[in-house]
């Protein structure tokens, strides 16, 4: 299962991410979204768990929990959206 954790400090690391996941079950991923230009946390990210029951637990569980002062929410993550074709060539 994928699920979506937001409200992120922007201390938080992987490593901080999947240790808060991995009392729950087996964590595959975990991975804290970085902005490519800046280099800085987005303030989200995504943890991946194998075990389905476990996953559901943690989110049940960790949604609302204080973490790093900040009150994080947690869920199932959705499929990624079609942008669709984006045209690239315009300006602002």
């Not at 559901?56 to 609302?64: C, D, F, M, Y």
């Given at each position: 299962?994928?699920?979506?954790?937001?409200?992120?400090?922007?201390?938080?690391?992987?490593?901080?991410?999947?240790?808060?996941?991995?009392d729950y079950g087996a964590v595959s991923s975990a991975k804290v979204i970085m902005?490519?230009?800046?280099?800085?946390?987005?303030?989200?990210?995504?943890?991946?768990?194998?075990?389905?029951?476990?996953?559901?637990?943690?989110?049940?569980?960790?949604?609302?929990?204080?973490?790093?002062?900040?009150?994080?929410?947690?869920?199932?993550?959705?499929?990624?959206?079609?942008?669709?074709?984006?045209?690239?060539?315009?300006?602002?």
């Amino acid at each position: 299962m994928n699920i979506y954790v937001s409200n992120l400090g922007f201390n938080v690391k992987d490593e901080d991410l999947k240790g808060l996941f991995k009392d729950y079950g087996a964590v595959s991923s975990a991975k804290v979204i970085m902005d490519k230009f800046t280099n800085q946390s987005r303030g989200f990210g995504f943890v991946e768990m194998t075990d389905e029951t476990a996953a559901q637990k943690a989110v049940k569980e960790l949604n609302g929990a204080m973490i790093d002062g900040r009150s994080i929410k947690v869920s199932e993550a959705r499929p990624k959206e079609d942008r669709g074709n984006r045209d690239t060539s315009r300006r602002y």
